[in-house]
């Protein structure tokens, strides 16, 4: 059980995260869809897909989120750090419904998306299956069974209309990893204990 402090900062790690997720899900979100506009023979993201690959996004990252919490912080501190930061996914969401003028709220109201609890939790077993993000090296040619490789799986189904299409899977891989890197969860979980 971790001291009053800990529990506060890990808190304010997690709303402050909350907003970088939603942030980083629409960046992947968007270069999806143009990447995809790109292929005639995908027929360009409906108003519904795009809101699709905006939450399936928020998902992974959450679940990674509380994947990093649970190895820096044990089990009940990573549950609250998750629920913080589902709860502050969620109240960002909810703000965007109700009144902004810009273009990317305008674009994310039209898209009319909820966070979903029993959404997250599927995906949360999903993900818990697979024990790697990537593989161990350049050299290991197996990437399937790895975590981020069948994310990009997912959504090549989602996009292409099935599991195989590495023009789709590739950049998500490459898209998601370049969010993480922007986002530093791990890495700022890790410095919460080390400070």
């Given at each position: 059980?971790s001291?009053?402090?800990?529990?506060?900062?890990?808190?304010?790690?997690?709303?402050?995260l909350?907003?970088?997720t939603?942030?980083?899900?629409?960046?992947c979100?968007?270069?999806?869809?143009?990447?995809?506009?790109?292929?005639d023979?995908?027929?360009?993201?409906?108003?519904?897909?795009?809101?699709?690959?905006?939450?399936?996004?928020?998902?992974?990252?959450?679940?990674?989120g509380?994947?990093?919490?649970?190895?820096?912080?044990?089990?009940?501190?990573?549950?609250?750090?998750?629920?913080?930061?589902?709860?502050?996914?969620?109240?960002i969401?909810?703000?965007?419904?109700?009144?902004?003028?810009?273009?990317?709220?305008?674009?994310?109201?039209?898209?009319?998306?909820?966070?979903?609890?029993?959404?997250?939790?599927?995906?949360?077993?999903?993900?818990?299956?697979?024990?790697?993000?990537?593989?161990?090296?350049?050299?290991?040619?197996?990437?399937?069974?790895?975590?981020?490789?069948?994310?990009?799986?997912?959504?090549?189904?989602?996009?292409?209309?099935?599991?195989?299409?590495?023009?789709?899977?590739?950049?998500?891989?490459?898209?998601?990893?370049?969010?993480?890197?922007?986002?530093?969860?791990?890495?700022?979980?890790?410095?919460?204990?080390?400070?």
């Amino acid at each position: 059980m971790s001291d009053q402090n800990t529990n506060d900062r890990l808190e304010e790690l997690a709303l402050e995260l909350s907003s970088k997720t939603i942030e980083e899900a629409l960046i992947c979100a968007n270069s999806m869809e143009k990447l995809v506009d790109e292929y005639d023979d995908l027929g360009g993201p409906t108003s519904e897909t795009y809101r699709q690959l905006i939450m399936e996004f928020i998902y992974l990252y959450v679940h990674l989120g509380h994947r990093w919490s649970f190895e820096t912080h044990g089990a009940v501190d990573a549950d609250k750090f998750a629920i913080n930061l589902e709860s502050g996914i969620r109240k960002i969401l909810a703000m965007i419904k109700e009144d902004d003028a810009s273009e990317i709220i305008a674009r994310l109201r039209t898209a009319a998306f909820e966070y979903d609890p029993g959404k997250y939790y599927q995906r949360n077993l999903e993900y818990s299956r697979y024990l790697k993000l990537l593989p161990d090296s350049d050299d290991d040619p197996e990437t399937r069974g790895k975590l981020l490789w069948e994310f990009g799986a997912g959504i090549s189904a989602m996009v292409a209309g099935h599991e195989k299409d590495a023009r789709i899977i590739i950049p998500c891989v490459d898209w998601t990893i370049e969010s993480l890197n922007n986002m530093l969860i791990r890495k700022r979980l890790q410095q919460l204990i080390e400070n």
